[in-house]
T-cell receptor, first 114, second 110 residues
Framework: NAGVMQNPRHLVRRRGQEARLRCSPM?????VYWYRQLPEEGLKFMVY????????ESGMPKERFSAEFPKEGPSILRIQQVVRGDSAAYFC????????????FGSGTQLSVL | GENVEQHPSTLSVQEGDSAVIKCTYS??????FPWYKQELGKRPQLIID?????GEKKDQRIAVTLNKTAKHFSLHITETQPEDSAVYFC?????????FGSGTRLQVQP
């Protein structure tokens, strides 16, 4: 029973490039959450999605960031025109039902912007 | 939105001693309070959780208490071991997603 799968584990981008982070939830889970973690800090909520729907994107920056969770395939967090301040660990979590309970986290993607 | 405060930010104890981490939350509608442990470079892992209809829950050396009136909850680790060293996060249900505290770095000295 595979857990939440995220790839890549490490991603290096130069300023101005695009970053695409992928997350496959646990089998049977249809709710996906993205969190950002800066060094020595907590987990900051970004976006909550269900299949083909964005439920809550109140934590997403208004520009350059977008997320999707298509009917088929993984959830994608996309960051356009990356800047150094985007460097962080991005964690995806999934849950079997809504109500933001029992989140299971992936191993994260460490994004480094040069 | 929900605001979760966590204290202390760092905690150092001797092996065998107890460790207590405290959190407060702002949203009186919150009803689910998990605790996560994150080792260096690893994913956060759920270690214990409590719902608002319960005041205390225990799992071996780990216990969590909840005071809904005061809107605070605490994690208690007894007989600490070096492998308990990690960052611990509390969380509370927000409007639509879990809101996390800023974390406590626990160091257990052998």
């Amino acid at each position: 029973n595979a857990g939440v799968m995220q790839n890549p584990r490490h991603l290096v981008r130069r300023r101005g490039q695009e970053a695409r982070l992928r997350c496959s939830p646990m089998k049977g889970h249809s709710h996906v959450y993205w969190y950002r973690q800066l060094p020595e800090e907590g987990l900051k909520f970004m976006v909550y999605l269900q299949k083909e729907n964005i439920i809550d994107e109140s934590g997403m920056p208004k520009e350059r960031f977008s997320a999707e969770f298509p009917k088929e395939g993984p959830s994608i967090l996309r960051i356009q025109q990356v800047v150094r301040g985007d460097s962080a660990a991005y964690f995806c979590a999934s849950s079997p039902q809504g109500g933001n309970e029992k989140l299971f986290f992936g191993s994260g993607t460490q994004l480094s912007v040069l | 939105g929900e605001n979760v405060e966590q204290h202390p930010s760092t905690l150092s104890v001797q092996e065998g001693d107890s460790a207590v981490i405290k959190c407060t939350y702002s949203d009186s509608a919150s009803n689910y309070f998990p605790w996560y442990k994150q080792e260096l470079g690893k994913r956060p892992q759920l270690i214990i959780d409590i719902r608002s209809n319960v005041g205390e829950k225990k799992d071996q050396r780990i216990a969590v208490t909840l005071n809904k009136t005061a809107k605070h909850f605490s994690l208690h680790i007894t007989e600490t071991q070096p492998e308990d060293s990690a960052v611990y996060f509390c969380a509370a249900t927000g409007r639509r997603a879990l809101t996390f505290g800023s974390g406590t770095r626990l160091q257990v000295q052998p």
